[in-house]
């Protein structure tokens, strides 16, 4: 070892460790690669889910590779010259996609439905219209006795509503019951009772266009006829026809009113029992009527 003024000189080497070891970041970078090409994953599969066939067609038309055909030059031959196809990324399949995807789209589909209702027989749409309708009095039947367990001074009148289904249509009656009649002997005007009835049955009516009938039956007397029974009985019908126009129905779409007296017993066997005497509602199978601003 050489000396300088009798001085030895002393070289020193240090070892540099790069990285620490186990304790170093390197593995955080891997890490995070790792991540975010987890994530760039997941999010191609969800863009492959959520897309249409027609979106895909177009993507797949993008990325393409251009395809070229030949042309009708003037020159022919080899030196005749190519173009574009029409497959390829140049092509109209991806503008095809944006196009039908355009807020112009729906006007074809709709032509393309108008077409079809055209196309279809008068039997079909017929038969549409009643199935359509048929559920709605499905509907109307069901949200009534709903409104009637609902509501508890309704809930013990329940029994003395009847809803079936008529050739003419949806018809709702309301019955006298022993100890429970709707009117006075011999009078036109209802109790409280057949009040509320009216007016349960006239909210879940108004929701339906269909027009109304109403009709008044008494139930027969022992011996002898009673004539007054027609017009009493005509009489009850006009009554609940004006509860039901307080309660929000339109006249308009009233029909008919009319008493019938005891010529149309609910118990033919015994006519002269309490729940022949009713007020019948009928929604029938037929357009609304237009009001005459619309009809012109």
Not at 148 to 170: C, F, V
Request: net charge negative; charged share 20%; proline share 5%.
């Amino acid at each position: 070892m050489a000396s300088v003024g009798g001085q030895p000189i002393v070289i020193k080497k240090v070892k540099k460790v790069v990285g620490g070891g186990h304790h170093g970041g390197a593995w955080k970078v891997a890490y995070a690669d790792f991540v975010t090409a987890m994530m760039a994953f997941f999010l191609l599969m969800w863009l492959i889910n959520t897309t249409s066939p027609e979106q895909k067609r177009g993507i797949a038309d993008y990325f393409a590779p251009a395809s070229v055909s030949a042309t009708q030059s003037g020159s022919g031959g080899i030196l005749g010259g190519t173009a574009l196809g029409e497959d390829g990324a140049m092509a109209a399949g991806s503008m095809s996609v944006v196009e039908n995807l355009s807020p112009e789209s729906p006007t074809h589909e709709s032509a393309a439905s108008t077409d079809t209702l055209a196309s279809a027989s008068e039997e079909e749409l017929r038969n549409a219209l009643a199935k359509r309708e048929q559920e709605s009095f499905q509907s109307a039947a069901q949200s009534l006795r709903q409104a009637l367990q609902d509501m508890p001074e309704l809930a013990e009148l329940s029994k003395q509503l009847l809803i079936d289904q008529t050739p003419e249509g949806l018809r709702i009656q309301l019955v006298d019951q022993d100890g429970r009649s709707m009117f006075k002997e011999g009078s036109a005007q209802p109790n409280d009772r057949a009040r509320l009835l009216l007016r349960a049955v006239a909210r879940v009516v108004n929701q339906l266009p269909n027009r109304i009938t109403i009709s008044g039956h008494t139930s027969a007397s022992q011996g002898a006829k009673n004539e007054g029974d027609w017009a009493l009985s005509a009489q009850r019908a006009d009554v609940a026809r004006q509860i039901l126009r307080g309660a929000g129905i339109d006249n308009d779409r009233v029909y008919q009113v009319s008493g019938k007296a005891n010529s149309d017993p609910l118990y033919p066997d015994d006519p002269t029992l309490a729940g022949n005497r009713r007020i019948a509602l009928v929604l029938l199978h037929e357009k609304p009527v237009l009001p005459p601003d619309e009809g012109l």
